[in-house]
């Protein structure tokens, strides 16, 4: 139906959805809304490890573990809307006959991100065009899962144009922080920051181009792994963006504790999933990487503190300070480090992600579709005319004299093959500064915060180096200590700034989680999950580690 009657159509696919969502719910047998048992508090307390061995054993069934966390996955929904399609009645199925209960995740419930295809269910990446599409067949990367023995349950809530912190769309509504429902869990992979935090899942699968599994970790209190591209599945999904190759993005996984997305990430990469998918290299799981890092004494590591784009908030510079304090007295060595400009890449990437004058994302709405605001800010500037845009970065450099904003705004217009190819250059050539200072350095890891801030208001709103990177919850926001200070002039800041501090509310955002990032360089995620690991008994050493969300 063409436009504007095509508004018609998209608010009944949005109710025929939504209803569908609310029918299957409500016919699900009886255990998946009865009181959380014993038993269910037996498996609760396992790690996928132990589950996969109590199931190699038939010491529990499949079915009963997808039952307590299908039971929880449900409570998680209801309290932060964080579930889109609801597939625990043909997982039941699949548990009895589809997946292969001696593989190394055998009789473990996994949650996929939406855009991430199962037979026999739309993969709408919540865009109303994209509903009653069902597809026939399982991607890659949920054919790789079920031959590891693992079962899809659920898939969650993320923003249309998976360019958001958002987690929010018409289809199936705004996801919500369990932490404090006036938060955001993060995107674009909110709906399993929510899940996971909540405790209605252990592991899942999200996606990033942007640090949309990275900021979901940091504002839900869950951990996460940047892949590099090329060593996780991506074949087998919907998108956005189709065919944006200037940032690549990854899939990669979420987990509820470090133990599980350890044994998760070790566990996929065993499958060989170069296998199924032509797009990952064939890089076996290197366990000599792994125990170096767990056997060395001492590390030499950069803390990156600010990108000098946006100073850190109180709370993120705290939990950063925290983290150095407890690896400073284990021993190791941290140093302030400065690297190639973090600003150039914020530079880089925005203007390849929009290369296309944003046409690609915004083709899949229809009339009366809600946009992401930050996305519909882009695109609206990307259509005002050239010489208007031009006067309008003048003003913003030379008469409010905020360089930061006028930077991003400088050729923020759909590129050409010829443009693009430039930029891609750029990258190319920052990617490669990076390599050189890194090694210049002589640094082993670099710990940084996640983002400026913890967790966004709803309505709130860089990866051009392909690094392997975690992300690790360490403490949650506390109002007394989180303050900003008397001096700090929010008038005073560039632009992007503005648009994070304008959030900033140490009182509002008492409990929050915050994270900090650990980064490797490329392909370095058997090292990082390591550096993850001594991080964290670090911190367990020196006060606690970070106390995950209980399971009500």
């Known amino acids: 139906m063409l436009p504007p009657f095509d508004y018609f159509e998209h608010r009944r696919a949005c109710l025929r959805k939504q209803d569908e969502r609310r029918t299957r719910i409500a016919a699900l047998p009886s255990p998946y809304h009865s009181p959380i048992s014993s038993s269910d508090r037996e498996i609760l307390d396992k790690s996928i490890e132990n589950l996969v061995q109590d199931v190699h054993r038939q010491l529990l069934h499949p079915v009963d573990i997808l039952r307590t966390y299908g039971k ?5 929904h209801q309290k932060t809307n964080c579930l889109t399609e609801v597939m625990l009645p043909e997982a039941e199925t699949w548990a009895e006959n589809d997946v292969d209960l001696k593989g190394p995740l055998a009789g473990i419930p996994i949650s996929l991100k939406d855009s991430i295809a199962v037979g026999g269910f739309d993969v709408s990446v919540g865009y109303s065009c994209n509903t009653g599409k069902v597809y026939k067949k399982d991607g890659s990367l949920v054919q790789i899962l079920k031959a590891a023995g693992a079962i899809p349950y659920v898939k969650t809530n993320l923003p249309t144009t998976l360019l958001s912190f958002e987690s929010s769309n018409d289809v199936w509504g705004r996801c919500l922080n369990p932490h404090n429902p006036k938060y955001s869990p993060g995107g674009s992979t909110g709906g399993e920051s929510a899940l996971l935090a909540y ?3 252990r592991i899942g699968i999200g996606s990033d181009v942007a640090g949309s599994v990275r900021a979901p970790a940091h504002f839900a209190g869950i951990y996460s792994l940047r892949c590099s591209t090329g060593r996780w599945p991506k074949m087998g999904m919907n998108t956005s963006m189709p065919g944006q190759e200037g940032i690549p993005s990854v899939f990669s996984p979420m987990a509820r504790t470090l133990e599980d997305l350890v044994y998760f990430s070790k566990s996929l990469v065993g499958m060989r999933p170069w296998l199924w998918d032509h797009s990952v290299h064939p890089i076996e799981w290197r366990a000599a990487d792994e125990q170096k890092i767990k056997g060395q004494k001492k590390f030499k590591i950069g803390v990156m503190r600010t990108d000098g784009v946006v100073d850190p908030s109180p709370a993120c510079a705290r939990a950063l300070e925290r983290t150095v304090s407890a690896l400073r007295s284990q021993g190791h060595e941290l140093v302030d480090v400065e690297p190639p400009s973090p600003y150039l890449a914020l530079q880089i990437a925005s203007q390849l992600l929009n290369s296309d004058g944003c046409k690609t994302f915004l083709s899949f709405f229809r009339t009366g579709e809600t946009n992401d605001p930050g996305a519909r800010q882009m695109s609206i500037y990307m259509k005002i005319p050239g ?4 006067v309008y970065y003048l003003w913003v450099k030379y008469i409010k004299r905020d360089v930061i904003w006028a930077g991003l705004l400088d050729n923020w217009q759909e590129k050409s093959a010829f443009e693009q190819w430039k930029w891609v250059a750029k990258r190319e050539a920052y990617k490669a500064g990076w390599h050189e200072w890194w090694k210049g350095e002589e640094i082993d890891f670099m ?4 983002n400026a801030t913890p967790a966004v208001p709803h309505g709130g709103m860089r990866e051009a180096l392909d690094y392997s990177c975690g992300v690790m919850p360490v403490t949650h926001v506390n109002k007394v200590l989180d303050k900003l200070p008397a001096t ?8 992007v ?4 501090y ?3 509310d140490a009182d509002a955002m008492h409990g929050l989680p915050v994270a900090v990032q650990v980064v490797g360089q490329r392909l370095q995620e058997e ?3 390591a550096m993850m690991e001594r991080v964290e008994a670090s911190l367990e050493g020196t006060g606690g580690k970070y106390e995950l969300l209980g399971i009500e």
């Not at 710990?447 to 996640?450: E, F, G, I, K």
């Not at 700090?488 to 632009?495: I, V």
């Open 199 to 201: 405790g209605g899942g």
């Open 497 to 500: 700034a503005k648009g994070a």
């Open 527 to 529: 090292k990082v999950l």
């Open 447 to 450: 710990l940084t915060p996640v």
């Open 387 to 390: 010489p208007l845009k031009y």
């Open 502 to 504: 304008q959030h900033y």
């Open 488 to 495: 700090f002039r929010f008038k005073d800041l560039n632009g």
């Open 72 to 76: 929880i996955a449900l409570r998680a």
